[in-house]
């Protein structure tokens, strides 16, 4: 079945150093979306990307899809503690059209 | 606006009891699914209900396992005969779902812990 994958898995940086995590799919996408879990919290909808090769920008982070709508990257410029949590990339995908989730990136900064 | 509910927030009980978690999802929100999130592990998909569709129940891992969703808006997920590697944080999230997408908006989850 369709695979989301993630990496890194995890990922330790010093505050004020940027972040890259990157999305890798089996198949082409219609679309992705990003979504943000802090520590014990749940994951939160940051954004969704539909167009190849189409960067979107929220503050510091800067989302971007693949010319193939195959991978997709989220990168966050010069780290804040507010940045921890997990990344996740999802998908629709599956016999069902679902979504799906990829396997998470999980920031720590240290201040 | 109100958003997705899950109770209870935390549940403890004993290995071989059943177990039912509930979600109310926002309303008028068409897709619900649940997950379980083990701690430090990523999202792992049970089932989705969308509409008036038949469940897609490919992620319920045994068939202590279930859910039913009545009138197209609360879902409970019921663990029989808990066990304790079911302890875990269940994830509930719904979704407007049109054609080409499918924001989800996720509860605060129930934390279970099986003794």
């Known amino acids: 079945g369709q695979q989301v994958m993630q990496i890194p898995q995890y990922q330790h940086v010093q505050e004020g150093e940027d972040f890259t995590t990157y999305c890798n799919s089996s198949t082409t996408l219609s679309n992705i979306q990003w979504y943000k879990q802090r520590p014990g919290g749940h994951p939160v909808f940051l954004i969704q990307?539909?167009?190849?090769?189409e960067v979107k920008k929220q503050k510091r982070l800067t989302f971007q899809f693949g010319e193939a709508k195959k991978n997709s990257s989220l990168h966050i410029t010069a780290t804040q503690t507010t940045d921890v949590g997990t990344y996740f990339c999802a998908c629709l995908g599956g016999a069902t059209n679902k979504l799906i989730f990829g396997t998470g990136t999980l920031l720590a900064v240290q201040p | 606006g109100a958003g997705v509910s899950q109770s209870p927030s935390n549940k403890v009980t004993e290995k071989g009891k059943d177990v039912e978690l509930r979600c109310d999802p926002i309303?008028?929100?068409?897709?619900l699914y649940w997950y379980r999130q083990s701690l430090g592990q990523g999202l792992e998909f049970l089932i989705y209900?969308?509409?008036?569709?038949?469940?897609?129940k490919s992620g319920l891992p045994s068939d202590r396992f279930s859910a039913e969703r009545t009138g197209g808006s609360v879902s409970t997920l019921t663990i029989q005969r808990t066990q304790q590697e079911d302890s875990a944080v269940y994830l509930c999230?719904?979704?407007?779902?049109?054609?080409?997408?499918?924001?989800?908006?996720f509860g605060p989850g129930t934390r279970l812990t099986v003794l």
């Open positions: 209900f969308q509409g008036n569709s038949a469940p897609d």
């Open positions: 309303s008028g929100h068409t897709a």
């Open positions: 990307l539909v167009k190849s090769g």
């Open positions: 999230a719904s979704s407007p779902r049109n054609r080409d997408t499918d924001t989800q908006y």
